[in-house]
């Protein structure tokens, strides 16, 4: 069987892409202990890091995945003069790829996603970084051992409707983001709850059946 390993940073999609990881490992059959997804945390390059690794934590364990923490050194938006965050992106893909290589992954999964409405240019970057990162990989496959490694972007054209969507459908405890029970002296993790509960509740989710589904 192939193995998943899935980039996260505590976020909802994220969350999302753990629970069907696990999901397809549990659907195949097979060796489940050999096929295990992991899940690596990435960093964000801001005070939300803790809580963000605490939050990977707590998901892992959930859906019973191995873990893992990026290597090398974290470059934070400016860090390479005019060329700013994209290149920083660029690289962290390209890290965490090699890295699944390197832990017999065949699969990685980016769940990068964008708030708002579609963002045509934004999610043609983040498709086409994806496989241009595969090309690249796959050029050192000799070195490495995995010919068939793929980068694989499963939601970055859903909108936030789409994800609260899916963690309605597949039941998943929101309550494991990086940002619930936020403090109201914390602004990120405000902007996020803000952004994520409105759209859920508008679906028909409430916190009393999300946590009562996870104590179960």
């Known amino acids: ?17 753990c629970a069907a990881a696990r999901e397809a490992i549990v659907s195949a059959g097979g060796d489940e202990k050999a096929a295990r997804p992991i899940v690596l945390f990435m ?7 803790r809580a963000r690794r605490q939050s990977v934590e707590k998901q892992a364990k959930l859906f019973e995945l191995d873990t893992a923490e990026a290597r090398g ?3 934070g938006p400016g860090a390479h003069g005019s060329f700013g965050a994209g290149l920083n992106e660029t690289l962290n893909l390209i890290g965490a790829t090699y ?21 045509i240019e934004k999610i043609a970057r983040a498709v086409d970084r994806a496989l241009l990162v595969t090309r690249l990989a796959s050029l050192d496959s000799a070195e490495h051992g995995k010919p068939a490694i ?16 899916l963690v309605i459908d597949m039941n998943v405890p929101v309550e494991l983001c990086w940002w619930w029970g936020a403090g109201p002296k914390d602004e990120h993790a405000l902007q ?21 589904t996870t104590s179960a």
């Open 1 to 17: 069987m192939s193995r998943t390993l899935v980039i996260s940073d505590g976020s909802l999609a994220s969350l999302v892409a």
């Open 43 to 49: 960093p964000v390059g801001d005070e939300t890091n």
């Open 73 to 75: 050194e974290l470059r």
């Open 99 to 119: 890295q699944a290589a390197q832990l017999g992954c065949d699969l990685v999964v980016w769940p990068v996603q964008f708030a708002g409405a579609a963002d």
């Open 150 to 165: 793929k980068v694989d972007t499963p939601f970055a054209d859903l909108s936030d409707k789409q994800i609260a969507d």
């Open 192 to 212: 996020r709850a803000e952004r994520w509960v409105p759209v859920l509740q508008s679906l028909g989710w409430s916190p009393a059946r999300s946590t009562s």
